[in-house]
């Protein structure tokens, strides 16, 4: 193993304080807002816990998670232990009354999970043996029923199945077809989306299928609107699907960040051989530092909360036979092995050039990685690593999945690589709880919201306070929640003509104080003129406004907040009641 130069020490993990490093790594992940009730959800088909992983990430509260698989159970409860239920079942025959026994009357407000996919994917389709008529039954295409069974008795305002591509096709589209209209059956209005894990920093060409429910008395879901693309497409490398809702949708266009590649992912991890490496070892700090300086933290230290972690585990790379070593040696970075024999190169292994199904694909450092899978398990000729003469470690295809470093696999190779590939990567299933925590917090009935002003005297001084206290953007990113609320529901409670989805709506056309804004005017005019002539928002206050719109973006304010129609009626029914002795005597 590479040893820190100048750091003074062999014990090396980004954790350590004194080391140089640390002072790029302290950065810590913001906890979800206590004072926000956590939604409760069900994971069903559980995994190790990807999908159960971001969720929690994103604030979400796990009431159960369950998987036949001992191992997938030891690894959820091993990593996620706040859990109480996670339940080594099968669902063939676990019911959900017998859940709710052991979860007691809690409220569901969501079901997620992925009934296993292998009865879909594509590599069987090319076989054949899944399509039209050579349709081979699979028990395990019938598992969805079990799922819409617990969303049928637990009726959650929303459901997420997470599949392969593949389920559209199966059969015809028949299973496809089938899960949603049972699921109508069932009162839910159903929509399907594909998603691609690159397009919310996954560094994979990981593509998905989502069947989203909701109840049909409930808003309307959407992704566009829940589950925004955050990362760019990497220029004509994968098979992109550009968002053109992004660009369209009201105000700027999003600003997205770069894709992450393969090498943002692992490149810091110290170069093992073909059969070396150890299950625990100390990370190469000289090589994190440079790679911290390079990327920047928002793979390693974000996603991967590698100075939670002590030591690197599962860093072991699998042998190879001394022929596919020598064939490995014959890719080019990035090529396949069909490719690299469509050039002219000869390769060892026998195959025969009329049926050749591709072998070896070798990675690219600077693309992204090719969708890592549970196959993996069985061997990593898929996954040559792109510098090194060797396939993949479980770390390396958990990084690439978005498992933080801390997170502990089982000890066999073959079983984590299993758990690994069937997983959904956290990093995006984190983006989907913000999702839905937005959504339910949408759809729930309203909530009253606090802090609420009583008059338009408390709504102007609070307003004031706030105006006061913090004049620049940077001020008010730091500005505490409770006095953000009381001034964005002051506005509210004055002004309450305006909308918040107009924010961004100004093309620099000023007019004076709009007339309808009376109270606004009179009590707090510092703020209330000049204002913008399409939205009707005053210029001054645009900067809390985008803040509050930045904190509903996070997930940190709720629905119910942001758009405050609460504080809005209120500060209607107010001006009503004043009436006549507004008018008289003005506001005194
Ligand atoms: C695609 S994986 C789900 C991965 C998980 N969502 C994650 O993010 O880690 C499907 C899971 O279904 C489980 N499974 C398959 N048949 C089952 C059954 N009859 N009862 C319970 N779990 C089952 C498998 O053990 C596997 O862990």
Redesign the pocket.
């Known amino acids: 193993m590479l040893v820190a130069k100048g750091t003074g020490g062999e014990h090396q993990s980004y954790a350590d304080r004194g080391q140089p490093v640390s002072e790029l790594v302290v950065k810590k992940r913001s906890a979800p807002d206590s004072r926000i009730t956590p939604f409760g959800y069900i994971?069903?088909?559980?995994?190790?816990?990807?999908?159960?992983?971001?969720l929690e990430r994103a604030g979400l509260r796990c009431l159960a998670a369950?998987?036949?698989?001992p191992a997938?159970i030891k690894a959820?409860k091993m990593n996620i232990p706040d859990v109480q239920h996670a339940l080594e079942?099968?669902?063939?025959?676990?019911t959900p009354e017998q859940l709710r026994k052991l979860i007691g009357p809690v409220n569901v407000d969501a079901i997620?999970?992925?009934?296993?996919?292998q009865g879909f994917s594509r590599v069987r389709r090319v076989d054949g043996s899944n399509n039209g008529k050579r349709l081979v039954p699979d028990g395990?295409r019938l598992?969805y029923r079990?799922y819409l069974h617990f969303v049928e008795y637990f009726r959650p305002s929303i459901f997420v199945m997470?599949?392969v591509p593949g389920i559209r096709n199966a059969a015809g589209g028949e299973f496809f077809i089938s899960i949603q209209r049972e699921a109508r059956k069932l009162g839910y209005r159903v929509h399907a989306a594909g998603i691609c894990a690159w397009q919310h920093g996954v560094p994979q060409k990981r593509e998905r299928q989502l069947i989203i429910g909701t109840a049909c008395e409930l808003p309307i879901f959407s992704t566009t609107l829940y589950l925004p693309q955050t990362h760019e497409d990497p220029d004509g490398r994968v098979n992109s699907r550009k968002p053109r809702e992004q660009r369209r949708g009201r105000g700027r266009p999003r600003m997205l960040q770069k894709p992450v590649t393969l090498w943002e992912a692992i490149g810091d991890l110290p170069p093992v051989s073909v059969g070396g490496g150890v299950p625990e070892m100390d990370y190469d700090i000289v090589r994190g530092r440079n790679h911290l300086e390079t990327y920047g933290d928002r793979y390693l230290i974000d996603a991967l909360q590698v100075h939670r972690s002590e030591k690197l585990t599962m860093h072991v790379a699998r042998p190879h036979s001394e022929r596919d070593l020598r064939d490995f040696d014959r890719l080019h970075e990035g090529e396949t092995s069909k490719e690299a024999i469509a050039r002219g190169e000869e390769m060892e292994f026998p195959y025969d050039r009329t049926h050749f199904k591709d072998r070896y694909t070798k990675q690219h450092r600077r693309e992204l990685c090719s969708t890592i899978v549970?196959h993996l398990a069985k061997d990593g000729l898929m996954f040559i690593h792109p510098t090194q003469r060797r396939s993949l470690t479980v770390r390396e295809a958990a990084r690439i999945q978005t498992f933080p470093d801390w997170f502990e696999f089982p000890r066999s190779p073959t079983v984590a690589f299993?758990?690994v590939g069937?997983?959904?990567?956290?990093l995006l299933?984190e983006a989907m709880g913000r999702g839905l925590r937005q959504y339910l917090s949408a759809a729930l009935p309203a909530r009253q919201l606090s802090p609420l002003p009583k008059t338009a005297h408390e709504a102007a001084n609070w307003l004031t306070s706030a105006v006061g206290h913090a004049a620049g953007p940077r001020q008010l990113r730091e500005l505490p929640m409770e006095e953000l609320k009381r001034a964005w529901f002051s506005i509210g409670f004055l002004h309450n003509w305006l909308h918040p989805d107009s924010v961004f709506e100004n093309d620099g056309q000023m007019l004076p104080a709009a007339e309808e804004q009376v109270p606004l005017a009179l009590l707090v005019p510092e703020v209330a003129t000049p204002v913008y002539a399409i939205s009707g928002w005053p210029v001054r206050l645009i900067p809390l406004a985008k803040e509050a719109a930045r904190r509903f973006r996070d997930g940190r304010l709720r629905f119910d907040e942001y758009y405050c129609s609460q504080a809005q009626i209120a500060g209607w029914e107010w001006l009503k009641k004043q009436g006549a002795r507004w008018r008289e005597k003005g506001l005194s």
């Open positions: 994971d069903l088909f559980c995994g190790c816990g990807g999908f159960s992983l971001g369950i998987d036949h698989d997938a959820f079942r099968d669902l063939t025959s676990f997620i999970g992925g009934p296993p996919c395990r598992l079990n997470e599949n549970a299993r758990l069937n997983a959904v990567p956290p299933a």
